[in-house]
């Protein structure tokens, strides 16, 4: 894959400073990539420009506004249960509400700390990994599908 100096800059500041690569760097990018496949938008969309970017977006959605950040393919129909007039949620809503609490929340979470804009504030990749395998190991000790 060929990458030129404009496509590492969205992945990373720090490139684009002409810093050199970096451990930091790669957390960055790790989380600018799960924040991708999450939201199911690039970094380049159309709708982020100015003041605007995808981690941004998602960083003033989370965690109440989440719902409209996840990608659709993603979350299906999930919806708040907890709204108004809505007696009773069907399994299927159920279903979708707990994987975006219990895997799609905290996985944004993670995210949204390896994307931080100070390199100094950002998670570690062995901390990453650490709490993206807690979180898979709570859910399936928790719940069966």
């Not at 970017?53 to 708040?80: C, Q, S, Y």
């Not at 975006?100 to 993670?110: A, D, G, K, T």
Request: net charge negative; charged share 25%.
């Amino acid at each position: 894959m060929n990458c030129d100096m404009f496509t590492l800059k969205l992945y990373c500041a720090e490139y684009g400073y002409g810093n050199n690569p970096s451990a930091k760097a790669d957390v960055y990018s790790y989380g600018m990539l799960l924040l991708e496949m999450i939201t199911g938008k690039r970094p380049v969309d159309p709708q982020f420009g100015g003041d605007m970017n995808l981690e941004k977006w998602v960083r003033d959605g989370f965690p109440h506004r989440a719902h409209e950040v996840v990608d659709e393919r993603l979350r299906g129909t999930i919806v708040d249960i907890c709204h108004e007039g809505q007696q009773q949620a069907s399994a299927e809503q159920k279903r979708q509400q707990l994987m975006l609490n219990n895997i799609i929340l905290p996985v944004m979470e993670v995210a949204l700390s390896c994307a931080l804009e100070s390199p100094d504030e950002r998670s570690t990749m062995r901390d990453a990994l650490c709490r993206l395998k807690r979180i898979k190991e709570a859910f399936l000790k928790n719940h069966s599908f």
